[in-house]
């Protein structure tokens, strides 16, 4: 065997093995997610498989990415003909790879939000739900705010007020039609399934879905006058999980940036 058809074989394995490697890393990062939704296993298994990957994903995405390079340069060097198929088999390994580091470190930062559920603007007196009550009848977690074990009602308002401090009541200077139709626009803009839009009652409810593990979280929106102003509270519940990894607080965050 010469020297070009050796390093046109070393090319061979490199690729292959980035891809595969990558591949495979891939595979276990989607299974997380995909066995919670099938109802595999619960959803701390599910978060455990991606928070046990996080320690070692960059690594291989590391070596991922030196074997690209190395695939692209000897492939160039020996003039090798299956050069762009090379390329490709490396490069999807590599993307995979880094796909696997990235997203379950973003799930690693989201621990440090506190392990609770349920987030409302107003935690003496937070916005009922109505249409939303019978789609929770198999729900593992309550409708009744702060329930969540461990912790008193009182330790769980503090405990989100510490961690979202702006999501309090909202006065607004429009009329509550306007902020009605503006919080109507803003829940479907997010996305979010509206199963109730009841203006005389100032009350809107939707169903949001979670990205990667499919939960369903349900969302409540309150308006009334009061004086010259609007007051728009809203409350969003998680219907599994002790904790929501800061999911439902980033939610009501995001519908009041776009209201």
Request: charged share 15%.
């Given at each position: 065997?010469?020297?070009?058809?050796?390093?046109?074989?070393y090319?061979?394995?490199?690729?292959?093995?980035?891809?595969?490697?990558?591949?495979?890393?891939?595979?276990?990062?989607?299974?997380?997610?995909?066995?919670?939704?099938?109802?595999?296993?619960?959803?701390?298994?599910?978060?455990?498989?991606?928070?046990?990957?996080?320690?070692?994903t960059?690594?291989?995405?590391?070596?991922?990415?030196?074997?690209?390079?190395?695939?692209?340069?000897?492939?160039?060097?020996?003039?090798?003909e299956?050069?762009v198929k090379?390329?490709t088999?490396?490069a999807i390994g590599?993307?995979?790879?880094?796909?696997?580091?990235?997203?379950?470190?973003?799930?690693?930062?989201?621990?440090?939000?506190?392990?609770?559920?349920?987030?409302?603007?107003?935690?003496?007196?937070?916005?009922?739900?109505?249409?939303?009550?019978p789609?929770?009848?198999?729900?593992a977690?309550?409708?009744?705010?702060?329930?969540?074990?461990?912790?008193?009602p009182?330790?769980?308002?503090?405990a989100?007020?510490?961690a979202?401090?702006?999501?309090?009541?909202?006065?607004?200077?429009?009329?509550?039609?306007?902020?009605?139709?503006?919080?109507?626009?803003a829940?479907?803009?997010?996305?979010?399934?509206?199963?109730?839009?009841?203006?005389?009652?100032?009350?809107?409810?939707?169903?949001?879905?979670?990205?990667?593990?499919?939960?369903?979280?349900?969302?409540?929106?309150?308006?009334?006058?009061?004086?010259?102003?609007?007051?728009?509270?809203?409350?969003?519940?998680?219907?599994?999980?002790?904790?929501?990894?800061?999911?439902?607080?980033?939610?009501?965050?995001?519908?009041?940036?776009?209201?």
């Amino acid at each position: 065997m010469n020297d070009t058809t050796s390093s046109k074989t070393y090319i061979d394995w490199i690729a292959i093995a980035v891809l595969t490697v990558g591949l495979i890393i891939g595979l276990i990062f989607l299974a997380a997610p995909a066995g919670t939704s099938l109802g595999l296993w619960v959803f701390g298994t599910g978060l455990q498989i991606l928070i046990t990957l996080d320690p070692y994903t960059h690594w291989i995405a590391i070596v991922c990415a030196v074997g690209l390079l190395a695939v692209v340069i000897m492939a160039i060097r020996s003039k090798a003909e299956n050069t762009v198929k090379l390329c490709t088999f490396a490069a999807i390994g590599t993307l995979s790879a880094f796909l696997s580091w990235y997203i379950p470190s973003t799930v690693q930062a989201r621990l440090v939000y506190p392990v609770i559920h349920d987030i409302s603007t107003d935690v003496n007196n937070p916005p009922v739900y109505v249409a939303n009550a019978p789609l929770r009848i198999e729900a593992a977690n309550p409708m009744e705010y702060g329930t969540v074990e461990g912790l008193s009602p009182e330790e769980h308002a503090q405990a989100q007020l510490e961690a979202f401090p702006d999501l309090v009541p909202q006065l607004i200077d429009a009329s509550p039609q306007e902020v009605f139709d503006r919080a109507l626009a803003a829940l479907e803009t997010m996305g979010l399934e509206i199963t109730a839009a009841v203006p005389e009652e100032g009350r809107i409810e939707a169903v949001a879905t979670t990205f990667w593990f499919r939960f369903k979280d349900d969302v409540v929106i309150r308006i009334q006058a009061e004086g010259n102003q609007t007051r728009i509270d809203a409350r969003s519940l998680s219907r599994v999980g002790r904790g929501d990894l800061g999911a439902n607080g980033l939610r009501l965050q995001e519908f009041f940036s776009l209201l």
